[in-house]
Every structure is written in structure tokens, then in C-alpha cells.
């Protein structure tokens, strides 16, 4: 026979164990919680975070104005026409050369940065963008490694740019239709100067452009939240 003492010790016991499983199951019930709490933000910190997904590269380009300021209402889409990276940024930093942009893109995403957006580099030439003349002023150059009328953006070269450009659509508040490419605002110059003889231009090809603006836009609807001006 057990005593009377023992049998008061088991079920003291016992309750202690109950208490113990019951804090467990609240700890665990609480974790979970916050895990399903917390899941959106979980979503929107992952896209964020890819902010740094890609190699960047600081490469300054000689070739700006320093007497004028970027006003950065919109963003030209170029592609290098060049073998590697590596000649279109000695192409993009010769002085001789007198042409610039604001980043190079290679194939793998990554990103060399030849100047910051408020500077005004040579990229878009003879150029017109909403009847407006002298796109450097008033454009970002993006130059992707390649040729687009040979090979299409490379996944990497199409995140990276989406990458690089979030941040920059909504310091300035840009509007998605301010972002063109090299060939749209060359149309538009020769249309408006008939007599012009300036070449025409191929980049980048609006198979590609079409493909680039898709994927912002998408990325752009994940973003919860996001407004961007019309
Ligand atoms: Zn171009």
C-alpha cells in the first residue's frame, strides 16, 4: 500500500508536468502565431532584401556635364552592341569617346556604376521624349551588355535592372511611361526633324523592352503598397 504522503507527492508531480506541457503548448501556440503574423512582412522584406542580390561595381564615366543637374523624369533602355562588358566601359569612360551612362548591366546582373542619377551623361544623342528634346537632361541611361537583336536579356540582366531601378522610380517619383528605349526617343527625334540625317537606332528591340516593362510591372504589383506616378 502506498502511503498518504506518497500519493500527495505523485499527483503534485503529476500537476507540475501538466503545467509544463501546458506552457510548451502555449509557447508553441504563440511562435506560430507570430510566424503566420508576420508572413506577409516576411514577403516584403524578401523583396527588399534582393536589393543586393547582384555584384556592384563602381566604375566612374569621365563623360558628364558638371554644369547641369539631372532632373530624372524618365529611364532609357539601351543594350551595348559590344562583345564584353569590359569594352563597352572603356567605351563608356574614353573621354575621346564623349559618350556615357549611368550603369552597364552584363549578362550575369552585374552592375557597374558609372554615375549617379542626378548627373547628366551622354547616352540618348539626338532624342525626344514627350515633344521634349535633349533626353540626357532629363533620362537615366541603363546600358545592358549584348546585343538584343542577336540574343534576349539574360534573366540576371532583367533583375538587375528591375533591381536598380525600384529604388531610383521612386526617389523621383517616375512614371512608368518615362521609360523608354534608345530607339523610341531617336524615332520620335527623326519624326520631329525630318531632314536630320542623325542615324537611327536599334536598342534596344521592343520584344525585349515588352518583355523588361512585363516583369516591372509585375514586381511592382508585389509590392504592397508601391504607388508609382502615372
Ligand atoms: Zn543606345
Given amino acids: 500500500m502506498l502511503s498518504k ?16 506541457i501546458i506552457v510548451l503548448i502555449l509557447i508553441i501556440a504563440v511562435i506560430l502565431l507570430m510566424y503566420f503574423l508576420c508572413k506577409p512582412y516576411g514577403k516584403t522584406s524578401t523583396l527588399l532584401e534582393s536589393a543586393h542580390n547582384f ?8 563623360n558628364f556635364d558638371p554644369d547641369s543637374t539631372n532632373e530624372v523624369l524618365g529611364v532609357v533602355l539601351h543594350h551595348t552592341a559590344e562583345p564584353t562588358a569590359e569594352n563597352a566601359l572603356k567605351i563608356l569612360s574614353s573621354p575621346e569617346k564623349k559618350v556615357g551612362t ?16 542626378t ?8 532624342s525626344v521624349l514627350n515633344g521634349r528634346e535633349g533626353c540626357n537632361y532629363f533620362t537615366i541611361g541603363i546600358e545592358f551588355q549584348g546585343n538584343t537583336l542577336e540574343d534576349p536579356l ?23 511611361t518615362n521609360i523608354v528605349t ?9 519624326e520631329k526633324h525630318p531632314e536630320s540625317r542623325c542615324s537611327g537606332k536599334v536598342d534596344i528591340t521592343q520584344t525585349e523592352y515588352k518583355r523588361f516593362m512585363n516583369r516591372l510591372h509585375i514586381k511592382l504589383s508585389e509590392l504592397e503598397n508601391y504607388v508609382v506616378g502615372e
Fill in 5 to 20: 504522503k506518497r500519493i500527495e507527492m505523485m499527483r503534485s508531480r503529476l500537476s507540475n508536468k501538466s503545467i509544463v
Fill in 55 to 62: 555584384k556592384i561595381i563602381d566604375y566612374p564615366t569621365p
Fill in 102 to 117: 549611368h550603369v552597364v548591366i552584363d549578362t550575369d546582373g552585374t552592375r557597374y556604376i558609372m554615375a549617379q542619377p
Fill in 119 to 126: 548627373v547628366v551623361t551622354y547616352h540618348a544623342g539626338y
Fill in 154 to 176: 539574360t534573366e540576371n540582366q532583367i533583375e538587375s535592372g528591375i533591381e536598380y531601378l525600384l529604388p531610383i522610380i521612386k526617389a523621383y517619383n517616375i512614371s512608368l
Fill in 182 to 190: 534608345h530607339q523610341m526617343i531617336r524615332t520620335a527625334y527623326k
